[in-house]
């Protein structure tokens, strides 16, 4: 079985690479829940939704040109593209990408403790499907 050692993870958003700005990153897919439960059932029944994904990512903050800030201010509210990879390398069958369209759902530009990193975290959400890819590129 092959593990991954999850440090150089690749992450784009909006047509820029902020791989070397991330500090972590996390994928999250699911799906809703219904109930199907109906009169005469003893125990509840459940049912798969719609799915939904989002990514929680933690960037240390850099103003510079076509970095997070300049990336991720205007597109608060606003539906964006995205891929991430485990590693940032070619896709494989090891090392699939995901990718989709989704809304950046918050961002925090500024914030942190005298003498620490200055830490910029944001949040993207579901606008469309997810998609997962292995076939190389």
Same mark, same amino acid.
């Given at each position: 079985?092959?593990?991954?050692?999850?440090?150089n993870a690749?992450?784009?958003?909006?047509?820029?690479?902020?791989? #070397? &700005?991330?500090?972590?990153?996390?994928?999250?897919?699911?799906a809703e829940?219904?109930?199907?439960? *109906?009169?005469?059932?003893?125990?509840?029944?459940?049912? /798969?939704?719609?799915?939904?994904?989002? =990514? &929680?990512?933690?960037?240390?903050? #850099?103003? *510079?040109?076509?970095?997070?800030?300049?990336?991720?201010?205007?597109?608060?509210? @606003?539906?964006?593209?995205?891929?991430?990879?485990?590693?940032?390398?070619?896709? @494989?069958?090891?090392?699939?990408?995901?990718?989709? =369209? /989704?809304?950046?759902?918050?961002?925090?530009?500024?914030?942190?403790?005298?003498?620490?990193?200055? #830490?910029?975290?944001?949040?993207?959400?579901? *606008?469309?499907?997810? @998609?997962?890819?292995?076939?190389?590129?």
């Open positions: 079985m092959a593990t991954v050692h999850f440090r690749y992450t784009w958003v909006n047509g820029v690479d902020l791989s #070397d &700005d991330v500090e972590s990153v996390s994928l999250s897919f699911g829940t219904l109930d199907e439960t *109906a009169m005469g059932d003893t125990t509840r029944v459940n049912k /798969g939704g719609l799915l939904t994904w989002s =990514i &929680d990512l933690n960037f240390h903050q #850099d103003y *510079a040109a076509s970095q997070v800030e300049a990336t991720l201010f205007s597109l608060v509210g @606003t539906t964006t593209c995205f891929e991430l990879r485990p590693l940032n390398s070619c896709t @494989t069958t090891i090392n699939p990408s995901y990718s989709g =369209i /989704g809304i950046l759902e918050s961002y925090q530009p500024m914030g942190g403790s005298v003498g620490s990193l200055l #830490d910029a975290p944001a949040t993207i959400v579901s *606008a469309g499907s997810l @998609t997962r890819s292995v076939a190389a590129s």
